[in-house]
């Protein structure tokens, strides 16, 4: 599986959007890219996930440029609420495997 | 809530005793995964099963690990001879097969406490 790597921690206001940006250099064809959330003591939480070019649901957005070797997970005008750890993950299609998490990056997010 | 749920949600035992640990997949979804996470680390895959057929293990999975899934439903996650070392938070996760692109959904975890 391709290895991720994304920022340790980054910081932010309420109100702002925050940009996390995620470098999968060796994503190989079949592989898509899948966003978590995850709250202390909680299971991780679905956000999104991609293939190319843009998704975008109802809590965040995800760019994938053209050459898919990095992605960048947007969440438009965060609230306190929004503090967690966000996992970036490259997941081989359809395989059944298991998912490979990295440290993640958590976000404070400040009043 | 149709959401994977995981029961307990806490567990304290003492070193040497066995625990079971349960979780219930969303309805209809055919694969179920196991997870560890230690404090500060991401979680870590433990084994899966598509229905009731368990396919795939890690190697942290040792022998004083077993996992069941009988009916191709709900699954059980058994710990043998526990260490303080096997103090953890166990996740699961379930899904649904798809062509194109797979989403796991987790449950809340069972804490564990190994005294």
């Known amino acids: 599986l391709a290895k991720t790597t994304q920022p340790i921690s980054m910081d932010s206001y309420e109100g702002q959007e925050v940009n996390i940006t995620c470098s999968h250099n060796?994503?190989?064809?079949?592989?898509?890219i899948t966003w978590y959330q995850q709250f202390p003591s909680q299971g991780p939480r679905f956000i999104i996930q991609?293939?190319?070019t843009k998704v975008t649901n109802e809590v965040a957005s995800l760019f994938i440029p053209a050459d898919r070797k990095s992605s960048t997970l947007s969440l438009p005008r965060v609230s306190l609420s929004d503090t967690a750890v966000y996992y970036c993950l490259v997941v081989l299609n359809n395989a059944g495997n298991m998912l490979t998490f990295g440290g993640g990056t958590r976000l404070m997010v400040k009043p | 809530d149709t959401g994977v749920s995981q029961d307990p949600r806490h567990k304290i035992t003492k070193r040497g005793q066995n625990v079971t640990f349960r979780c219930d997949p969303i309805?209809?979804?055919?694969?179920l995964y196991w997870y560890r996470q230690t404090l500060g680390q991401g979680p870590e895959f433990l084994t899966y099963?598509?229905?009731?057929?368990?396919?795939?293990k890690s190697r942290l999975l040792s022998d004083r690990f077993s996992a069941e899934r009988p009916k191709g439903s709900f699954s059980t996650l058994e710990i043998q001879r526990t260490e303080q070392g096997d103090s953890a938070m166990y996740l699961c996760?379930?899904?649904?097969?798809?062509?194109?692109?797979?989403?796991?959904?987790f449950g809340p975890g069972t804490r564990l406490l190994v005294l």
């Open positions: 996760a379930s899904s649904q097969i798809d062509p194109y692109q797979e989403t796991q959904y």
């Open positions: 309805s209809e979804h055919n694969r």
């Open positions: 099963f598509q229905n009731e057929a368990q396919l795939e």
């Open positions: 060796n994503i190989a064809t079949n592989d898509y």
């Open positions: 991609g293939y190319k």
